[in-house]
């Protein structure tokens, strides 16, 4: 078995900054790729940005230049730096994972969602 723990979100003013972390615990033989969603209330879920295992970023375009991937190998950790936040980021984040757990066998796993509230 395989778990993604969150931390980090909270309330923060318009302008701030908030680090979110994910760790990956359990059966692990390699992870592919990691990314962070986020949904609001009435919206899609949608991606904000995602990391390969070579370590190559992809954004989402409402997020560019203010938030920044970064992971951990050894801790099997993802962080997301979220600078300059905006009222229009205020969402429940979500951790994803495609995880190796053998060597033949690739799984998707989800984290519980930390809420991020951006105040005006």
């Known amino acids: 078995q395989v778990q993604l723990v969150e931390s980090g979100g909270g309330l923060v003013q318009a302008g701030g900054s908030l680090r979110l972390s994910c760790a990956a615990s359990?059966?692990?033989?390699?992870?592919?790729?990691m990314a962070w969603y986020r949904q609001a209330p009435g919206k899609q879920r949608e991606l904000v940005a995602i990391?390969?295992?070579?370590?190559?970023?992809n954004y989402t375009d409402s997020v560019k230049g203010r938030f920044a991937l970064s992971k951990d190998n050894a801790k099997n950790a993802l962080y997301l730096q979220m600078n300059s936040l905006k009222p229009e980021d205020t969402a429940v984040y979500y951790c994803?994972?495609?995880?190796?757990?053998?060597?033949?066998?690739?799984?998707?796993?989800w984290g519980q969602g930390t809420q991020v509230t951006v105040s005006s």
């Open positions: 359990g059966s692990i033989f390699s992870i592919k790729t």
């Open positions: 994803f994972a495609a995880i190796m757990t053998t060597p033949r066998a690739t799984y998707a796993y």
């Open positions: 990391i390969a295992s070579g370590g190559s970023t």
